[in-house]
T-cell receptor, first 115, second 112 residues
């Protein structure tokens, strides 16, 4: 079974600074996806970034980047130049690549960006 | 494209009542799923479907039924609501080989 652990229930960061959210996971699969989703107060689930486990290069999307350590089963999210609009709940999730019928989510980290 | 739509946005039920949460997508996605979100637990899979006429159970299926008569629609039925089903419900869809799931806006359900 796959599990995802987010050890930081809440974090805060000053506007324009950098923050890193932690995520560790456990899986017996060799091929899988890892995701970070953002959930703002509107409750909409928004995909932030995706990483394929077979890719060694860390994924990057504008101000968002990941540090993917496959051997350590770690998948942290770095947000650079934090903005007030980044305030949200962030979920780490994983899914099998083949016949992956279930996204497994962590419990989430609340991020507050302060002005 | 409207994407994934869900109705209603918010619903209050009394214990024992039944209701159907609606989910529709206009992206011709084969795969659809229902999740519930509870505080401190992230999202958990209730039921999913890999195509019209095919459904299967997820992690927390008890108390919920689904059917998939068309590619577009995937309703979730609560036959006899219980307070433990108070939650926020999300519908999601993707193509069979798709890497990313697209989520609806969610339905907040309160069972008294």
């Amino acid at each position: 079974a796959q599990t995802v652990t987010q050890s930081q229930p809440e974090m805060s960061v000053q506007e324009a600074e950098t923050v890193t959210l932690s995520c560790t996971y456990d899986t017996s699969e060799n091929n899988y996806y890892l995701f970070w989703y953002k959930q703002p107060p509107s409750r909409q689930m928004i995909l932030v970034i995706r990483q394929e486990a077979y890719k060694q290069q860390n994924a990057t999307e504008n101000r968002f980047s990941v540090n993917f350590q496959k051997a350590a089963k770690s998948f942290s999210l770095k947000i650079s130049d934090s903005q007030l609009g980044d305030t949200a709940m962030y979920f780490c999730a994983t899914r099998r690549m083949e016949y992956g019928n279930k996204l497994v989510f962590g419990a989430g980290t609340i991020l507050r960006v302060k002005s | 494209n409207a994407g994934v739509t869900q109705t209603p946005k918010f619903q209050v039920l009394k214990t024992g009542q039944s209701m159907t949460l609606q989910c529709a997508q206009d992206m011709n996605h084969e795969y659809m799923s229902w999740y519930r979100q509870d505080p401190g637990m992230g999202l958990r899979l209730i039921h999913y479907s890999v195509g019209a006429g095919i459904t299967d159970q997820g992690e927390v299926p008890n108390g919920y039924n689904v059917s998939r008569s068309t590619t577009e629609d995937f309703p979730l039925r609560l036959l006899s609501a219980a307070p433990s089903q108070t939650s926020v419900y999300f519908c999601a869809s993707r193509t069979t080989g798709g890497k990313t799931q697209y989520f609806g806006p969610g339905t907040r359900l309160l069972v008294l």
